[in-house]
């Protein structure tokens, strides 16, 4: 029974930087894989990056892969999204999500987007031109 609440959006120039925050409640909050999507107007939801439990391993898609880094502090059962080098294709309401598991290809981890089952209520991020 995770509840997930975002928060840390905005409006930003291009080039300049965000960070998400994802404040989640429940006392096993961190056992459980996190990620951020994101849905811009008239587009459906898009991956962003996940991390497992412990925070030792995280991926993001190729979109924002050198710009963006997820992030968590279990002990204050938060997880973060650093965005640097905002353009303005990014901008989109991000939500964060948990999923009960991680899994992984034999080379990389991962999750799969139709077990996450716990979403916040989303954070507009806006990125000017």
């Known amino acids: 029974q995770v509840q997930l609440v975002e928060s840390g959006g905005g409006l930003v120039q291009a080039g300049g930087s965000l960070r998400l925050s994802c404040a989640a409640s429940?006392?096993?909050?961190?056992?459980?894989?996190m990620g951020w999507f994101r849905q811009a107007p008239g587009k459906e939801r898009e991956f962003v990056a996940a991390?497992?439990?412990?925070?030792?391993?995280?991926y993001a898609a190729d979109s924002v892969k050198g710009r963006f880094t997820i992030s968590r502090d279990n002990a204050k059962n938060t997880v973060y999204l650093q965005m640097n080098s905002l353009k303005p294709e990014d901008t989109a309401v991000y939500y964060c999500?948990?999923?009960?598991?991680?899994?992984?290809?034999?080379?990389?981890?991962?999750?799969?987007?139709?077990?996450?089952?716990?979403w916040g209520q989303g954070t507009q991020v806006t990125v000017s031109s």
């Open positions: 991390i497992s439990w412990s925070g030792d391993n995280t």
């Open positions: 429940g006392r096993a909050f961190s056992r459980y894989p």
């Open positions: 999500a948990a999923v009960p598991k991680t899994y992984y290809d034999g080379s990389n981890y991962y999750t799969r987007e139709y077990e996450y089952d716990t």
